[in-house]
Each structure stands twice: as structure tokens, then as C-alpha cells.
């Protein structure tokens, strides 16, 4: 059975405190990897997809990276505005048309 | 565009009552699919639809209908309310398949009592 497991649960950063959220996975072949952040209130917004170990992606204050079994999204000096729960997915091989989703980690920046 | 819509926002129903949530989308995404979240347990897939007139379970299918008439539209169907279906539900889109970003709509806090 694919899993995905976030953590921490929770992070709290003062603005400006760089910081790494983990995902790591389980999975029969993995085709991709998400990552997605979600607001109170609203639905996710996608943020990057990665595919092969050694990948990175990066915008703005954020970059993830791929591992064999986990993803990290780094964040460097971050802002109140990056404050989110960041939700973590994962895509298996062999033809499946179906996301797994982690419980996400919820982010606070303080000023 | 005004990309994914949902319908209603906010709805309480008694338990085995009927309702449909309405989800549409106007970026002509051949894939959308339907995800509940409750607290704690992350977004859970519920069905899918990989274009009109093709649809599948997910992970939690039991006590929901789904059906695509067209591309646009993914109505998700409560055949009889239950508590246990309190949840916000998140409808979802994209181009073709969950591999391209998926584009969620604001969802439907539901209140089953």
C-alpha cells in the first residue's frame, strides 16, 4: 500500500528563520511527487512536481528536493505570507490515475 | 476563466438525506477528481474521472455517486447522508491525469447531523 508521511505536523519559524519540511514515502515505483501548499479556507495550490532522485525544483523562497524515500521542501528566510499547511503526494507507477496524499505540515512564519 | 467552482459552499444535512455537490470546470481538463478531508487525515480520494462518460473509485468511494456527461461537469452524489460524511470536499481538474497540476476548486464544508 503506497503512504506518504509528513513531518513535523507543525513549524513554527520567526520571519527570516530557514527551515526544512520532510516527506517521506512508500511506493510501488514511483512516478511522481507533489507538492502542493493550502491556505485556511481553500483549496490546494500546486507548487512542484518532481520525478527521479536528485531533482530539484525551486521558486522563490522554495525548493524541494528528491530522495529514493523522501522529499524535503526547504524554505529559506521565510515571510508570514509563506505561513500554510504544505501537503505532500505521490504518484505510483503502472498506469495509476490516483494521487496519495500526506497530512500535511502547517507552517507559521512569525514576524 | 474562473477555473474550478463548487456548489454550495456551506451545507448542513440531516442524516439520510440526499444531495449532490456541483463541481465544474472551464480549462477543458480531460481529468477531475473529487478528494474529502477531515482533520487529521489528509485528502482522501474519493472518485475520479479520467474524461466524459469514464469514471472510477478511489480510495473512499462508499456511500458517494459520481457521473461525467460532459467534460466540463463532475457532480458528486450523497445517496444517503451518514455523520461520518462531514467533511470538506475538494473537487480537482487538470489536463490529463493526477501527474499534471491539479487545479482544486474552494470546496463544500458539509454538516451531516
Known amino acids: 500500500e503506497d503512504q506518504v508521511t509528513q513531518s513535523p505536523e507543525a513549524l513554527r519559524l520567526q520571519e527570516g528563520e530557514s527551515s526544512s519540511l520532510n516527506c517521506s514515502y512508500t511506493?510501488?515505483?514511483?512516478?511522481?511527487l507533489f507538492w502542493y501548499r493550502q491556505d485556511p479556507g481553500k483549496g490546494p495550490e500546486f507548487l512542484f512536481t518532481?520525478?527521479?532522485a536528485g531533482e530539484e525544483k525551486e521558486k522563490e523562497r522554495l525548493k524541494a528536493t528528491l530522495t529514493k524515500k523522501e522529499s524535503f521542501l526547504h524554505i529559506t528566510a521565510p515571510k508570514p505570507e509563506d505561513s500554510a499547511t504544505y501537503l505532500c503526494?505521490?504518484?505510483?507507477?503502472?498506469?495509476?490515475?490516483?494521487?496519495?496524499f500526506g497530512k500535511g505540515t502547517k507552517l507559521t512564519v512569525n514576524p | 476563466n474562473a477555473g474550478v467552482t463548487q456548489t454550495p459552499k456551506f451545507q448542513v444535512l440531516k442524516t439520510g438525506q440526499s444531495m449532490t455537490l456541483q463541481c465544474a470546470q472551464d480549462?477543458?481538463?480531460?481529468?477531475m477528481s473529487w478528494y474529502r478531508q477531515d482533520p487529521g487525515m489528509g485528502l482522501r480520494l474519493i472518485h475520479y474521472?479520467?474524461?466524459?462518460?469514464?469514471?472510477d473509485q478511489g480510495e473512499v468511494p462508499n456511500g458517494y455517486n459520481v457521473s461525467r456527461s460532459t467534460t466540463e461537469d463532475f457532480p458528486l452524489r450523497l445517496l444517503s447522508a451518514a455523520p461520518s460524511q462531514t467533511s470538506v470536499y475538494f473537487c480537482?481538474?487538470?489536463?490529463?491525469?493526477?501527474?499534471?497540476?491539479?487545479?482544486f476548486g474552494p470546496g463544500t464544508r458539509l454538516t451531516v447531523t
Open positions: 480549462m477543458n481538463h480531460e481529468y
Open positions: 474521472s479520467v474524461g466524459a462518460g469514464i469514471t
Open positions: 480537482a481538474s487538470s489536463y490529463s491525469g493526477p501527474g499534471y497540476e491539479q487545479y
Open positions: 518532481l520525478y527521479s
Open positions: 511506493v510501488s515505483g514511483l512516478r511522481g
Open positions: 503526494a505521490v504518484q505510483a507507477q503502472g498506469g495509476s490515475e490516483k494521487l496519495v
